[in-house]
């Protein structure tokens, strides 16, 4: 079982930063996609950034600049620094983890798990 625990949301004006941190435990593999989604208040869920165990990153074009994604590998941890934030970056970010998933040897597939989610406010 994969368990994600988010940490790091609030409430901040406009121009302000906040980092959100993101730790996964459990039966965690090799080739896994980490990253952070958002969803406002009657939208859908959309992709924030997301890194892979080799470091390569993707942005949404409308944080590109302004977030930095990382991971910490050994610690399966992944950080997400949100600077200059906007009031159109409030939402509740997730964490997401995507990889491989076994069951007593077998392979199931890819699998997504989901943290709790967590409250980004920005006011202007």
């Known amino acids: 079982q994969v368990q994600l625990v988010e940490s790091g949301g609030g409430l901040v004006q406009a121009g302000e930063s906040l980092r959100l941190s993101c730790a996964a435990s459990?039966?965690?593999?090799?080739?896994?996609?980490m990253g952070w989604y958002r969803q406002a208040p009657g939208k859908q869920r959309d992709l924030v950034a997301q890194?892979?165990?080799?470091?390569?990153?993707n942005y949404a074009d409308s944080v590109k600049g302004r977030f930095t994604i990382s991971m910490v590998n050994t610690k399966n941890t992944v950080f997400l620094q949100m600077n200059n934030l906007k009031p159109e970056d409030t939402a509740v970010y997730y964490c997401?983890?995507?990889?491989?998933?076994?069951?007593?040897?077998?392979?199931?597939?890819?699998?997504?798990?989901w943290g709790q989610g967590t409250q980004v406010t920005v006011t202007s």
């Open positions: 890194i892979t165990d080799r470091g390569s990153t």
């Open positions: 997401n983890l995507n990889s491989d998933a076994y069951e007593t040897g077998t392979y199931l597939g890819r699998r997504d798990y």
């Open positions: 459990g039966n965690i593999y090799s080739g896994r996609v």
